[in-house]
Protein backbone atom coordinates (compact mmCIF):
# COMPACT_ATOMS: atom_id res chain seq x y z
CA UNK A 1 0.00 0.00 0.00
CA UNK A 2 2.44 2.45 1.21
CA UNK A 3 4.91 1.81 -2.16
CA UNK A 4 1.30 2.89 -4.18
CA UNK A 5 1.35 5.87 -2.57
CA UNK A 6 5.11 6.55 -3.82
CA UNK A 7 4.34 5.96 -6.89
CA UNK A 8 0.94 8.28 -7.35
CA UNK A 9 3.03 10.79 -5.53
CA UNK A 10 5.81 10.89 -7.56
CA UNK A 11 3.64 10.74 -10.82
CA UNK A 12 1.93 13.47 -9.23
CA UNK A 13 4.89 15.77 -8.87
CA UNK A 14 6.29 14.86 -12.04
CA UNK A 15 2.80 16.24 -13.60
CA UNK A 16 3.17 19.31 -11.44
CA UNK A 17 6.65 19.90 -12.39
CA UNK A 18 5.75 19.63 -16.44
CA UNK A 19 2.84 22.15 -15.66
CA UNK A 20 4.79 24.22 -14.03
CA UNK A 21 8.06 24.20 -16.71
CA UNK A 22 5.01 25.16 -19.90
CA UNK A 23 3.88 27.74 -17.83
CA UNK A 24 7.15 29.20 -17.51
CA UNK A 25 7.85 28.71 -21.14
CA UNK A 26 4.50 30.14 -21.98
CA UNK A 27 4.96 33.58 -19.52
CA UNK A 28 8.25 34.15 -21.44
CA UNK A 29 7.19 33.62 -24.72
CA UNK A 30 6.95 36.82 -26.79
CA UNK A 31 3.43 37.55 -27.37
CA UNK A 32 1.96 39.21 -30.67
CA UNK A 33 0.99 42.96 -30.44
CA UNK A 34 2.46 43.91 -27.32
CA UNK A 35 2.73 46.77 -25.84
CA UNK A 36 5.49 49.13 -26.66
CA UNK A 37 6.87 50.77 -23.69
CA UNK A 38 5.94 54.77 -24.02
CA UNK A 39 8.59 56.53 -26.35
CA UNK A 40 10.14 53.37 -27.71
CA UNK A 41 9.94 52.10 -31.14
CA UNK A 42 10.39 48.56 -33.18
CA UNK A 43 10.85 48.06 -36.79
CA UNK A 44 8.19 45.72 -37.42
CA UNK A 45 9.25 44.94 -41.63
CA UNK A 46 12.21 45.56 -43.49
CA UNK A 47 12.71 44.88 -46.97
CA UNK A 48 15.96 45.06 -49.02
CA UNK A 49 16.60 45.58 -52.84
CA UNK A 50 20.07 45.22 -53.68
CA UNK A 51 19.27 44.67 -57.84
CA UNK A 52 20.51 47.68 -58.70
CA UNK A 53 24.34 47.93 -59.35
CA UNK A 54 25.79 50.34 -56.46
CA UNK A 55 22.73 51.06 -55.47
CA UNK A 56 20.56 49.18 -52.52
CA UNK A 57 16.88 50.63 -51.68
CA UNK A 58 15.00 48.96 -48.37
CA UNK A 59 11.84 49.82 -47.28
CA UNK A 60 11.31 50.04 -43.52
CA UNK A 61 8.21 49.89 -41.36
CA UNK A 62 8.14 50.53 -37.36
CA UNK A 63 5.47 50.79 -35.03
CA UNK A 64 6.32 53.37 -32.05
CA UNK A 65 4.08 54.27 -28.72
CA UNK A 66 5.12 58.22 -28.35
CA UNK A 67 4.24 60.16 -25.92
CA UNK A 68 1.48 63.26 -27.15
CA UNK A 69 3.20 65.81 -29.36
CA UNK A 70 5.33 63.12 -30.89
CA UNK A 71 5.02 60.76 -34.09
CA UNK A 72 7.15 58.16 -35.55
CA UNK A 73 10.43 60.00 -37.08
CA UNK A 74 14.26 58.67 -37.28
CA UNK A 75 16.75 59.62 -35.25
CA UNK A 76 20.60 58.45 -35.88
CA UNK A 77 19.41 55.93 -38.57
CA UNK A 78 17.10 54.34 -36.06
CA UNK A 79 13.06 54.42 -35.54
CA UNK A 80 12.40 56.66 -33.23
CA UNK A 81 9.65 59.24 -31.78
CA UNK A 82 10.06 62.68 -33.48
CA UNK A 83 8.32 66.40 -32.52
CA UNK A 84 5.34 65.81 -34.74
CA UNK A 85 6.54 69.85 -36.47
CA UNK A 86 8.88 68.33 -37.89
CA UNK A 87 6.66 66.25 -39.61
CA UNK A 88 4.29 68.46 -40.47
CA UNK A 89 6.85 70.84 -41.40
CA UNK A 90 8.83 68.45 -44.03
CA UNK A 91 11.48 69.63 -41.90
CA UNK A 92 13.18 66.41 -41.79
CA UNK A 93 17.03 67.02 -40.64
CA UNK A 94 15.51 68.23 -37.36
CA UNK A 95 15.23 65.14 -36.24
CA UNK A 96 18.95 64.17 -36.55
CA UNK A 97 18.43 61.32 -38.96
CA UNK A 98 21.69 60.68 -39.89
CA UNK A 99 24.73 58.51 -38.07
CA UNK A 100 27.71 60.36 -36.42
CA UNK A 101 30.09 61.95 -39.06
CA UNK A 102 27.22 62.14 -41.46
CA UNK A 103 25.60 65.96 -43.36
CA UNK A 104 22.11 65.87 -43.26
CA UNK A 105 20.67 67.77 -46.47
CA UNK A 106 17.19 68.21 -47.33
CA UNK A 107 15.96 67.41 -50.69
CA UNK A 108 14.62 69.98 -52.97
CA UNK A 109 11.23 68.55 -52.94
CA UNK A 110 10.97 68.34 -49.15
CA UNK A 111 10.00 64.40 -49.85
CA UNK A 112 13.04 63.47 -47.84
CA UNK A 113 16.75 63.87 -47.02
CA UNK A 114 19.84 62.83 -47.82
CA UNK A 115 22.94 61.88 -45.52
CA UNK A 116 26.55 62.26 -46.43
CA UNK A 117 30.20 60.97 -45.36
CA UNK A 118 33.39 62.66 -45.37
CA UNK A 119 34.63 60.11 -48.67
CA UNK A 120 31.33 60.75 -50.59
CA UNK A 121 29.01 58.05 -49.99
CA UNK A 122 25.37 59.23 -49.91
CA UNK A 123 22.13 57.62 -48.59
CA UNK A 124 18.97 58.86 -49.68
CA UNK A 125 16.14 58.57 -47.84
CA UNK A 126 12.38 59.38 -48.88
CA UNK A 127 9.52 59.77 -46.67
CA UNK A 128 5.74 57.68 -48.46
CA UNK A 129 2.19 56.51 -46.83
CA UNK A 130 2.09 59.93 -44.36
CA UNK A 131 -1.29 59.75 -42.93
CA UNK A 132 -3.77 62.82 -44.36
CA UNK A 133 -3.63 64.64 -41.06
CA UNK A 134 -0.02 65.82 -42.25
CA UNK A 135 -0.32 66.87 -45.54
CA UNK A 136 -1.46 70.52 -45.51
Not at 9 to 31: D, E, M, Q
Not at 43 to 65: E, F, G, V, W, Y
Not at 79 to 84: K, L
Not at 110 to 117: E, K, N, P
Request: glycine letters at 8%; proline letters at 4%.
Amino acid sequence: MLAGWRELSTRIIAILGCLLFFWLLYCHLPKEGKELEVGTCEITALDRDMSHPKRMIARQTARCACRRGQVAGTTKAKPACVDAQIIVNKQWCGMEPCDEGEQCTLLINHSGWSCTRQLGRIKTVTVSNLPDFFHP
